[in-house]
C-alpha cells in the first residue's frame, strides 16, 4: 500500500536506520515450533534473577491507592478518566486499569494526546517486589489488554509473584483511542474484504497480482484521507512513537528501567526499544524474533525461511501419530505427502462448494494456502484441523466440511445496523504501521520479478499467500 511515512518525532531522521538482531532461522512463520523453548529460556533467564537477585524495586502506592469499581467481565474503559499520571482503577475482578495521556507528537507535547488502554496484573508477593514486565503479544496490530485476557495468568505463573504483568493497546489499537479505522463501520470493513477474490499473487502482471495493487492502493488512498494530514493519526502510530511510550509508562510507574517481554511484531518493538534507549533496560526478552532488516524493507521474505519444513513436518508427524489419531495417516510420511498434494491439486483445479455452510463457502487453493500458513504459525494446535479438513475433501465429506467451515475461514456476520466499531477487532493498524516503519519505494515490475522469484525459491508452496508490499 502506499506508504504513511513519519519522522516518529523523536529528533530521528526518516532514514535513520536501526541495527536489529536477528537470525536467518528464527522467525515469526516458525513462532509455533521455537516459542516453546524460547519461553523456557527467558523462564530461566528470569526465575535464575529472581533466585540470586533481592527485591530491588518498591511496591507502588497508586497500587495501594487504586479506586475500587465493582467486579465483573463487562468493565467499560471509557468510564475510567483518562489521565497523564498513571491512575489505577479495579477492573476484571483482580486486576488494575488504567488509561494514560500521552502526547501524539512528542514534538508537540502540548497538542493532541492519545489515550493508552493500560491491564496489569499486580503482584502478589508484595515483600519481595521485583517491578513490572511489559509484554507485547505481537502485530502489528495486536491488543495488549486482550493478551492479559487470553495469556496473563499464565505469564504470571511463569515468571513469579513478584513481578507485575502489564500489557496495553498500543496507539490506533483496540481499547487505546483515537484508533486507526478507515471504514465507517464493522460491516463496511467486513464487505470490503469479501472483495478480494479468490486469485493468487504471481507475476507482475498476473490478476492476483494486478488486484492485489488495486486494492492496496484504494486503502491507501482511504487511509491518507480519513487519517492523513500533517497531524494526522497515521504519522504517529510507528514503532518508535511505541517504544517512546513505553519509556513513558515505565518512568511514571516510578521504574527507572524496562523489563519487557515481545512475541512476533513485539520483537521489533523490543529491538527499536534497546536501539533508541539503551541504558533504560533492566531485562528483555524477544520471543520468535522478527528479522528487522526484512522487516524494514517490507520484503519478509527471511519469515518463510523455514515454513515448507514445518509443512513437510506434519506429514512425519501424522505418520508418528497414527491413524487413531491423524485422519489422512497412511503407510509412510511420503504417501500421506502425496495424497495432501493430490487433494490440493484437486481444489486448485475444481473449487469444492459447502453450500449449506454458515455463511455458504467455496473452498479454492488459495483458501487453503492462507489456513496452511496460519497453521504453520501455531502447528501444535492447528495441523489436527489442517489434516481433518483434507480427510473430508478427500472423501467429499460435505457434512464433515459444514462443521468445520468456520475454522476454514472467518465467516462474516451481517451487523449493519451496528452504529460503532468493536473496540478489539480487526482495524487497519497494522498496514500503518509497517507502512510508517518501512522505506518508501515505488513499484517496478522487473524488481517485484526478482523478488517474487526469490521468495517462491524460498517456500514454493506459500509464497503467493505470504506477498506483504508491493510498493
Not at 537477585?53 to 487504586?66: E, F, G, H, M, Q
Not at 483482580?94 to 493500560?118: E, H, S, V
Not at 494446535?381 to 467451515?405: D, G, K, R
Amino acid at each position: 500500500m502506499q506508504p504513511l511515512k513519519s519522522d516518529a518525532g523523536l529528533g530521528l531522521p526518516v532514514t535513520a536506520t536501526v541495527p536489529l538482531a536477528s537470525t536467518p532461522g528464527n522467525k515469526r512463520a516458525v513462532l509455533g515450533l521455537r516459542s516453546l523453548y524460547t519461553t523456557l529460556l527467558a523462564t530461566v533467564a528470569f526465575a535464575t534473577i529472581q533466585m540470586v537477585i533481592k527485591p530491588t524495586a518498591v511496591y507502588p502506592d497508586s497500587l495501594r491507592n487504586a479506586s475500587t469499581r465493582a467486579p465483573g467481565a463487562e468493565f467499560d474503559w471509557f468510564a475510567v478518566e483518562p489521565s497523564r499520571d498513571v491512575r489505577w482503577v479495579d477492573c476484571y475482578e483482580d486486576q488494575k486499569c488504567a488509561r494514560l495521556l500521552l502526547p501524539l507528537d512528542y514534538d508537540r507535547p502540548n497538542g493532541p494526546t492519545t489515550a493508552i488502554a493500560i491491564r496489569m496484573i499486580p503482584a502478589t508477593d508484595r515483600e519481595n517486589y521485583r517491578g513490572t514486565v511489559f509484554l507485547n503479544p505481537g502485530g502489528p496490530g495486536g491488543s495488549g489488554t486482550n493478551y492479559i485476557q487470553r495469556r496473563g495468568k499464565d505469564m504470571s505463573t511463569i515468571l513469579g509473584p513478584s513481578y507485575d504483568i502489564l500489557s496495553f493497546d498500543p496507539r490506533g489499537i483496540g481499547f487505546t483511542v483515537p484508533r486507526i479505522d478507515c471504514f465507517d463501520s464493522k460491516s463496511q470493513r467486513d464487505i470490503w474484504e469479501t472483495q478480494e477474490g479468490h486469485a493468487l499473487i504471481g507475476t507482475a502482471n498476473s490478476t492476483g497480482t494486478l488486484l492485489y495493487r488495486a486494492r492496496a492502493q484504494l486503502l491507501g488512498e482511504r487511509c491518507e484521507n480519513k487519517l492523513g494530514g500533517e497531524h494526522g493519526l497515521a504519522r504517529f502510530v510507528s514503532t518508535p512513537y511505541v517504544a517512546r511510550d513505553m519509556l513513558e509508562m515505565t518512568q511514571k510507574l516510578g521504574q527507572e528501567k524496562l523489563q519487557y517481554w515481545g512475541f512476533s511484531y513485539g520483537t521489533i518493538l523490543g529491538q527499536w526499544f534497546a536501539t533508541l534507549y539503551p541504558d533504560k533496560i533492566k531485562r528483555l526478552a524477544i520471543d520468535g524474533v522478527v528479522d528487522g532488516h526484512s522487516y524494514r524493507r517490507s520484503s519478509y521474505e527471511t519469515d518463510v525461511v523455514d515454513v515448507e519444513a514445518i509443512v513437510e513436518s506434519l506429514f512425519t508427524y501424522c505418520h508418528d501419530a497414527g491413524p487413531l489419531k491423524c485422519p489422512i495417516y497412511d503407510s509412510t510420511p511420503d504417501r500421506i505427502a502425496a495424497r495432501f498434494f493430490n487433494t490440493l491439486k484437486s481444489i486448485s483445479a475444481s473449487p469444492f462448494p459447502i453450500p449449506l455452510a454458515d455463511p455458504p463457502l467455496i473452498i479454492t487453493r488459495k483458501v487453503i494456502l492462507e489456513s496452511l500458513f496460519r497453521a504453520a504459525y501455531k502447528p501444535v494446535n492447528t495441523f489436527p484441523l489442517i489434516t481433518q479438513v483434507f480427510a473430508a475433501l478427500e472423501s467429499h465429506n460435505t457434512t464433515a466440511l459444514t462443521a468445520l467451515a468456520p475454522h476454514i475461514a472467518d465467516p462474516t456476520t451481517c451487523s449493519c445496523s451496528a452504529a460503532t466499531l468493536p473496540m478489539v477487532g480487526s482495524n487497519e493498524v497494522q498496514w500503518a504501521v509497517e507502512c510508517a516503519d518501512s522505506d518508501a519505494y515505488k513499484f517496478d515490475p522487473s524488481l517485484y520479478a526478482s523478488f517474487y522469484a526469490e521468495l517462491e525459491s524460498v517456500s514454493p508452496l506459500l509464497a503467493p499467500v505470504h506477498l506483504r508490499a508491493l510498493e
